[in-house]
């Protein structure tokens, strides 16, 4: 009987697209590095971060309506992210704004909460029309050297995810742009 190394491997969620793996080096879904630092582990519900250490995240009670990643893989300054996303809170129906950041010798997640300025949303919808964004997703293009840019947006029901591979030279430009509008919708701070 073959034994599947990666059963007894921690599951982890990829720090930029959230996909739940383990086993593996770099994420199955968007090829981000899996590290210990670029990795965040998945806590069960009955379990508890160990002491002293940031519980992930928890989105569970929000709708992703939009996602602009920045990754950064094998460069001089190490791998990281940076990323802005849109959510809808499903207890109130407010817009909230997020920011993730982790990079090398961090020691742990940088994560800040904010209000969204009102038509934040649909001026997400208006921009990924105007960029036709649409016509991109599945084409291949060329890569950036050392990341990705990733742009994930919820249009009629459906997460539709860019990144710089789906572009060619004028990707990253076309992409940032997402991650402008967003920060631009940023309100207030949420405390924590």
């Known amino acids: 009987m073959a034994i599947n190394e990666n059963d007894n491997k921690a599951s982890v969620t990829c720090p930029c697209c959230g996909k739940i793996t383990s086993g593996y080096k770099y994420c199955p879904e968007c090829g981000a590095k899996l590290s210990e630092q670029g990795a965040i582990p998945v806590i069960q519900p009955d379990q508890s971060a160990p002491s002293g250490e940031n519980k992930p995240f928890d989105d569970s009670g929000l709708t992703l309506l939009g996602d602009f990643c920045k990754r950064t893989v094998a460069t001089v300054g190490g791998d990281g992210y940076d990323e802005t996303v849109l959510y809808r809170d499903e207890a ?61 947006y919820l249009k009629n029901g459906t997460i539709h995810r860019v990144t710089t591979d789906n572009f060619g030279m004028d990707g990253p430009a076309v992409i940032i742009k997402v991650g402008n509008l967003l920060r631009s919708y940023m309100g207030e701070e949420i405390p924590q």
Request: glycine content about 14%; aromatic content about 14%; charged content about 25%.
């Open 92 to 152: 109130d129906g407010s817009y909230q704004i997020h920011t993730f950041s982790k990079y090398d010798g961090m020691p742990s997640e940088l994560h800040h909460s904010f209000k969204a300025k009102d038509g934040a949303y649909d001026a997400l919808l208006a921009l990924v029309d105007e960029l036709q964004l649409d016509a991109y997703e599945g084409k291949a293009g060329f890569g950036l050297c050392g990341g990705m840019y990733i742009c994930k």
